[in-house]
């Protein structure tokens, strides 16, 4: 039988032991038509793999470091200024910033405070002082302005020791002042005349620093006040107001 005529098997053909014996005598078997290696296990060549991606990573992790700590050797890296590495310069950095917030704290000519003119009685007229307030939320600073007015007062023995004031609120023109008893009790100690001239200086500072109000309607403990008596708090009081 000639060579080209030999059976050629495949994988999917293959003879039983006894007929590839007989192939075999006669000479029509062809060892290359044995069936191909199979192939490895899909977990290992997924280990493989894997393997390889982890070899590359590292070799390129370690490539990359020695050129960046080439790169500080020489100096051209950039280092922030603010890096610390241990506690301790954590605590000096801190320090420092410290030290420049209070080298840098509000000036007098800082816009975070703001000049206000308080207007305080002096006989028949009235005598003015400046004091600085942050200028913060405007219900705040017509609070401290309010305050210094009052403490003014205070050192004239024109307000009792206790006289404060509880809420404020603006609308519009109006000023709404909440005031506790001891405010009335000091004004129906001072009489007419200066009770008026306490008024007028309150409405003053507040016009003069807190455009537009011109009008403040008093309130004692949150109701609204009856007496008429040395003056009228039942009405709101303007710059030109008078007592009934």
């Known amino acids: 039988m000639r060579a080209s005529d030999r059976r050629k098997w495949k994988s999917n ?7 590839k014996r007989e192939l075999i005598e006669r000479g029509e078997w062809n060892e290359e038509d044995d069936e191909s290696p ?6 290992f060549r997924l280990i493989a793999w894997v393997s390889l991606v982890a070899i590359f990573f590292a070799v390129g992790y370690g490539v990359t470091s020695l050129v960046f700590k080439w790169m500080d050797n020489r100096g051209e890296g950039r280092t922030p200024s603010n890096l610390v590495r241990t506690p301790e310069e ?5 320090s420092q910033q410290i030290s420049v917030a209070r080298s840098e704290d509000v000036t007098p000519e800082s816009d975070s405070f703001m000049l206000v003119t308080i207007s305080i009685p002096d006989g028949s007229s ?6 600085r307030c942050p200028a913060g939320l405007r219900e705040d600073a017509m609070k401290l302005t309010l305050s210094a007015y009052m403490d003014a ?5 024109m307000l009792g020791s206790g006289a404060q004031s509880l809420n404020i609120f603006q609308s519009g023109d109006w000023l709404y002042l909440n005031m506790n008893k001891d405010f009335l009790d000091s004004i129906k100690s001072l009489g007419s005349d200066k009770s008026r001239l306490l008024l007028t200086g309150m409405v003053k500072t507040m016009s003069d620093n807190f455009a537009p109000v011109n009008k403040i309607k008093f309130y004692i403990e949150g109701e ?3 007496d008429k008596r040395p003056v009228d708090l039942t009405m709101p009081w303007g710059i030109s107001a008078r007592s009934r």
Do not use: G, H, W
């Open 90 to 94: 954590a605590q000096d950095l801190l």
């Open 38 to 43: 199979e192939k490895a296990n899909i977990f």
């Open 153 to 157: 007062m205070k050192e004239s023995q």
């Open 13 to 19: 053909n293959e003879p039983s032991p006894r007929e």
């Open 224 to 226: 609204e006040v009856r």
């Open 126 to 131: 009235f005598l003015t002082r400046q004091i």
